[in-house]
């Protein structure tokens, strides 16, 4: 069983940065992908970014490339997001999720576990 907890959520101006963290209770942390999704009101949930387990392979949707970066701390099972210059349409709730797998998953349904989420608001 894996649980997920995301914290780092919060309101930020346009142009801001958050850092959030998915603290992650799991028994070999690095053998998981680890994705960001987000799901803004009204929409479907979306693909963020994504890492493999050891950490040397990242992939991103392609609006946040460049602003946004994935990694993660394999001793503190934690992965982590830092979001830059971020704009208000980017409010949603930041989920992060796992697959046990070495290879990236860009899709929900390639996902078993989920986090709650982290209530991300950007003001204009």
């Known amino acids: 069983q894996v649980t997920l907890v995301e914290s780092g959520g919060g309101l930020v101006q346009a142009g801001g940065s958050l850092r959030l963290s998915c603290a992650a209770s799991v028994v070999r942390f690095s053998m998981y992908a680890m994705g960001w999704f987000r799901q803004a009101p009204g929409k479907e949930r979306r693909f963020v970014a994504a890492?493999?387990?050891?950490?040397?392979?990242?992939d991103y949707e392609d609006s946040v490339k460049g602003r946004f970066t994935i990694s993660r701390d394999n001793g503190k099972n934690t992965v982590y997001l830092q979001m830059n210059t971020l704009a208000a349409e980017e409010t949603a709730v930041y989920c992060c999720a796992a697959r046990r797998s070495f290879r990236i998953g860009t899709t929900r349904n390639e996902y078993a576990y989920w986090g709650e989420g982290t209530q991300v608001t950007v003001s204009s």
């Open positions: 890492i493999t387990g050891a950490g040397g392979e990242t």
